[in-house]
């Protein structure tokens, strides 16, 4: 008892595909196609571009991305072949114009042998890279024991990275590297923020928390990330090859500035880097009396509410910071950068704004090479975030000022809340005048007047 | 009143049991009209309503990803500020896990389940109902957020310790908290009633391994929540008394360690992406075959590879925590379990390919979404494979590379299966067809929206893009991937535009033409299709009986020595067409509505005053009060124009308690049904 099957039912649209529906298929089908070729190309195009994931400068970096470059090609023939497969059955086994519906094919219901083996195979091709996972896995922990490394504790705050270096007295290398002590604030350790700077070619064993939320710590050329998670120690490591400037950026959510959080590694040649250290473990400069307005900058930062967070040894050193030291600042992280020697970083605010005018970026010029003036792209412009500033060039007043003058209109931060308010500045003024504890974190807007950022901008620029 | 429970003890005696009103309310009778939609615990309005409430909220979330998209269309845009920013990604992950993908799962469960295993409604209906409206008044209440004082900023994973009131002191986390806790509850009592349904109201013949695939992804995913939605209505409690109550749970200056929140959401977060693809899985593998003109290939290893997923689903979780700090024992351990996982989903895509081999395929649009289905979700599976290697993960974890992965998974994966789920099962549920050239036109734009918007998100990842961060820099080279990926969020939102469309075209169009809606427009092999479209309210009439997987498709075809089928009945001869005559169904309640509208008035309580919560206590104490007592029938919702109910109220007594409690498989009245069509 057969039954003549109905012709499509083309009263809802059934039956064969309308040519423009045809056309928009084959259309999406190379879109996508091209797409993809598209992406590949510019997986493999190394741009140079400053938080490139897949541009490893250091010996962590390359040993994840050889086995990175391993997976994507392991991951791009399954992929072919899938795709491949998938679509070339769709095509072979389409139904055709004047098939007749009711001449079945074959009806199969599975094929034991198959089933098995292709259950095992691709179990085979996880084992190999099983393996070469768990090798790179060990090879990335970091070893206690090794000497010659410099060892730095990273404390991520809302919303910038502090860096307590332990090094060991003395000024030659080895003395420096090999001379830990499991402390962070003895008389020859380092207390910087916003700019990790590292020996080139040494390696860098990082113990990584926070002092409130969890954030995490980036440095795309040099390593993966590690999160930083407050109570807890974590241990990473991270190597540059060479002398430069490396980017990073905060990739835990960590509340309302998350995307403004980032950091830098400003690796130095070692004869330069112990120049550093030298400087850095020294007490603030004081200002040339001719200089009047530095003068009167450090005067007013004395003062001044600046005091009570920010601590610049010789200026402020009541401020005690860090849960660990006792918090004495009213901000939730008890911290907020170390001043001290903040004109020998290129960066500031969490390394969002260039402090120093960065050097000509190298892509930019040659871009620029053989254009009439008039047409050339600023290479060197200190607004481009992206290109890191150099403490050896001026200092880039703008940013510094606009800073000063209102920090939260830079930067969203929420400076002035309250134990159980929010972030609005008047609601907060109104509970902390009735006795409620501040719970800032940011810089909050200290109504400086004009004369009194010019004066902080004149004594900050000092601070070398 | 006091309550007579000798009356059911007695019925052996030949006593007659009590059909008046135990309760404060008699049952209530109106099956048509907006009170017999919230009055209904018949699983199919509830399958609907729990269809359009999500896509209510996919309206909402898709707004929100088009906010996220827009406002990093080009860098240091400000249409939204940080703050904002925040919200709308937290709001939209949000919306789309808990209130658009998960709700579409359990309307698909809801409605095509019970239907394919022959049953006539859930084991529990009103249990059923309560499911659906708490699950709907916890999505409202959690969106209500926006109306005071914003939503949630947390992220939708609400990592402690930024949940705390000091780093986020609005009301939105507890929004969310409170909201979440209410769907949970709507989980976990709609996953009790699920496989209580499967277990054992299954067709006289259906036993498991001839149920249809999608019943059995069904049944893994409801093991699923059953067991992970206890752990995140955990850790929510303890952030719920965390910020209502200072209980220091994960504050972190009181020495908490803040990877316990990290460590119950995932336990719970990673066997939720597992049920958040299986019904999609379960989709396509029914509607594979019936498109290829022939049976799943390897029907066993698809079923097995399913359970192995669900088992495996547990022992992943701390891959979301490769970086957070964790041994790197724990990192290898993880890094492995991982890897393996990706076996039986490997399994199930060569299967499906396998059906298709040697088919004879027609691409209506069910087959193109299923085959965007394959293709989509296999580039999510590879790119989860790339971060399951936890080296490579510590560079990508937490950028866009893993956004564009679980978009493919989520949104290539699941949602197109629930796509195609929605034009291949519309004529069931709604009585008219999809308009097939509209579907196709659907179907090609998504797929270019979809691979606009996500296939870029890839590069951006390995260029360094963080998430969740609400504007970048020129310098870092993201603007040209970002564009691409806002054009095509903006192609998605017009193929979703033309979804809709579909929807109301094609019903104006079968209503102005007259078209009656075929019975089995697609050559359909499973066993809902064996009652009439749409559905009548009783399902079957009698109860089906089963010989074996794709029983309708074998009714229709038998298969001939050389296994190539020839045609032994017509769609008509297998159509069953009753009138329900004597066929029982369980009544209309109040009280499912009355007890889980209290649920929300209890968090706006736990927000705003304590009082509001004590009046939800109230309202929720009382339908539960209402629901225990209320009498367990209506004596004359007998369905039809039969009249023995009034005849033999004894019988009708415990025939109700059978349906409502135990089975309509072994209901009385459905026995003396089958007998017949057995006989």
């Known amino acids: ?464 | 009143m006091a309550v007579d429970d000798t009356a059911m003890l007695a019925l052996p005696a030949g006593e007659l049991p009590r059909t008046d009103a135990l309760g404060v309310f008699t049952r209530p009778r109106p099956k048509a009209g907006w009170r017999g939609w919230v009055t209904t615990v018949d699983h199919k309005k509830i399958g609907i309503m729990y269809g359009a409430a999500a896509l209510f909220f996919f309206l909402i979330g898709g707004f929100e990803a088009l906010l996220i998209r827009a406002q990093l269309w080009a860098p240091r845009q400000t249409l939204l500020s940080a703050d904002q920013y925040n919200q709308v990604y937290t709001m939209h992950g949000t919306t789309m896990v808990f209130l658009v993908v998960m709700p579409i799962g359990a309307a698909f469960a809801n409605y095509l389940m019970p239907l394919q295993i022959g049953a006539r409604d859930v084991a529990f209906p009103r249990i059923n109902a309560f499911s659906f409206w708490a699950f709907l008044f916890g999505g409202l209440f959690l969106n209500t957020s926006w109306i005071f004082g914003g939503g949630a900023d947390g992220g939708w994973f609400m990592y402690a310790p930024n949940s705390g009131v000091i780093y986020s002191p609005s009301h939105g986390i507890d929004f969310w908290n409170l909201g979440l806790i209410i769907t949970g509850i709507a989980s976990l009592t709609g996953a009790v009633n699920l496989i209580t349904t499967v277990i054992n109201m299954r067709a006289p013949g259906m036993t498991l391994m001839k149920m249809p695939i999608f019943t059995w992804m069904t049944l893994v995913t409801q093991f699923l929540l059953l067991f992970a939605i206890p752990v995140i209505t955990a850790a929510q409690f303890l952030l719920m008394f965390d910020r209502q109550f200072n209980a220091n749970f994960f504050n972190v200056q009181q020495g908490a360690n803040p990877l316990l929140w990290q460590h119950l959401f995932w336990v719970f977060g990673h066997p939720e992406v597992y049920l958040m693809i299986l019904p999609a899985f379960g989709i396509v593998s029914d509607l594979l075959p019936v498109y290829s003109r022939k049976p799943i290939f390897g029907y066993t290893f698809i079923v097995f590879s399913g359970i192995a997923i669900g088992f495996m689903g547990w022992g992943v979780w701390a891959h979301h925590m490769f970086v957070s700090g964790i041994g790197p024992i724990s990192v290898t351990v993880f890094s492995l379990t991982t890897m393996f996982i990706a076996v039986p989903t490997g399994v199930k895509i060569l299967n499906w390919t396998a059906t298709m081999v040697g088919g004879k395929l027609k691409f209506d649009t069910p087959m193109l979404f299923s085959i965007g289905l394959i293709t989509m979700f296999t580039i999510g599976g590879l790119s989860g494979v790339s971060h399951s290697v936890a080296p490579s993960d510590t560079q990508q974890t937490d950028t866009y590379y893993i956004v564009a992965h679980f978009h493919y998974v989520l949104f290539g994966g699941a949602f197109l299966g629930f796509m195609g789920g929605f034009y291949f099962w519309w004529p069931k549920a709604f009585g008219y067809m999809l308009n097939e050239k509209v579907g196709k036109l659907n179907f090609w734009l998504m797929l270019i929206g979809f691979n606009l918007t996500f296939g870029p998100m890839h590069i951006l990842g390995l260029q360094g893009m963080s998430r969740r961060i609400y504007t970048y820099d020129e310098g870092f080279g993201f603007t040209f991937w970002n564009k691409l990926a806002t054009i095509g969020a903006f192609t998605l939102a017009t193929s979703v535009g033309i979804f809709l469309f579909n929807i109301f075209y094609s019903y104006k169009k079968a209503k102005s033409a007259n078209l009656a809606c075929p019975d089995d427009p697609w050559d359909a092999r499973t066993l809902e299709w064996i009652s009439p479209n749409p559905t009548p309210e009783w399902n079957f009439d009698p109860i089906p009986v089963v010989t074996r997987v794709d029983d309708f498709w074998y009714r229709k075809y038998e298969e001939t020595p050389d296994h190539r089928l020839i045609r032994i009945a017509t769609t008509e001869e297998v159509i069953q067409r009753s009138d329900g005559t004597g066929v029982h169904l369980p009544s209309p309640s109040y009280w499912p509505i009355v007890t889980a509208f209290g649920l929300p008035i209890i968090a706006y309580g736990l927000i705003f005053t304590l009082w509001l919560a004590l009046l939800g206590g109230i309202i929720t104490a009382a339908g539960i009060y209402g629901w225990a007592l209320e009498p367990p029938d209506d004596p004359d919702a007998g369905h039809g124009h039969d009249d023995h109910h009034q005849l033999d109220p004894g019988d009708d007594h415990a025939a109700a308690e059978l349906t409502e409690g135990q089975s309509a498989g072994t209901d009385a009245d459905a026995i003396t049904k089958e007998m017949e069509s057995v006989g």
């Open chain 1, 1 to 464: 008892m057969t039954e003549q099957i109905k012709p499509a039912d083309t009263a809802f649209g059934r039956g064969r595909t309308p040519l423009p529906l045809r056309i928009l298929g084959t259309a999406a089908v190379l879109m996508i196609v091209i797409l993809l070729i598209g992406q590949i190309l510019q997986f493999w195009q190394l741009d140079g571009k400053p938080l490139n994931a897949i541009n490893a400068k250091g010996p962590q970096a390359q040993e994840i991305q050889g086995l990175n470059q391993i997976v994507f090609i392991i991951a791009g023939l399954v992929f072919v072949a899938v795709m491949g497969t998938v679509l070339l059955v769709a095509w072979k086994y389409r139904e055709r114009p004047g098939d007749d519906e009711q001449d079945f094919v074959k009806q199969t219901e599975g094929w034991f042998v198959g089933e098995v083996a292709w259950t095992i195979l691709p179990g085979f091709i996880l084992a190999v890279i099983g393996v070469m996972t768990v090798i790179s896995i060990q090879n990335l922990q970091p070893d206690q024991s090794k000497p010659d490394v410099l060892k730095v504790k990273v404390t991520g705050n809302q919303w910038w990275w502090a860096f307590d270096y332990d090094l060991g007295e003395g000024t030659d290398a080895s003395a420096i590297l090999n001379g830990h002590n499991g402390t962070y604030t003895d008389k020859q350790d380092i207390d910087t923020a916003t700019e990790l700077v590292i020996p080139a070619n040494t390696e860098v064993q990082l113990k990584i928390t926070s002092n409130d939320v969890i954030h995490s710590f980036w440095i795309p050329a040099l390593n993966g990330k590690k999160d930083a998670v407050p109570n807890l120690m974590s241990d990473w490591k991270l190597q540059a090859d060479n002398p430069g400037v490396y980017l990073g950026q905060c990739t835990e959510f960590c509340g309302l500035s998350h995307a403004n959080m980032r950091m830098l590694v400003r690796a130095l040649p070692m004869d330069e880097w112990l120049v550093w250290v030298d400087n850095q473990r020294k007490e603030s400069l004081i200002p040339d009396p001719s200089n009047v307005d530095a003068v009167a900058g450090r005067d007013y930062f004395k003062s001044a509410a600046c005091a009570q967070c920010h601590l610049i040894r010789g200026v402020s050193d009541d401020i005690v910071t860090g849960p660990e030291n006792g918090v004495k600042t009213w901000l939730v992280s008890g911290r907020a950068p170390d001043l001290t020697h903040v004109a020998s970083r290129g960066m500031f605010a969490g390394a969002i704004f260039n402090l120093h005018f960065p050097d000509p970026d190298p892509v930019c010029v040659k871009r620029n090479a053989g254009k009439p003036a008039s047409e050339q792209d600023r290479c060197d412009d200190p607004a481009d975030n992206a290109n890191p500033g150099n403490p050896a060039n001026p200092i880039n007043q703008n940013a510094l000022e606009a800073w000063l003058r209102d920090p939260v209109a830079e930067k969203p931060m929420c400076p002035n809340a309250v134990a159980l308010g929010n972030c609005d500045p008047e609601a907060a003024s109104e509970e902390i005048a009735e006795g409620a504890d501040r719970r800032g974190r940011g810089m909050p807007n200290l109504g400086l007047t004009e004369e009194q950022i010019n004066q902080l901008v004149a004594y900050l620029s000092t601070l070398k």
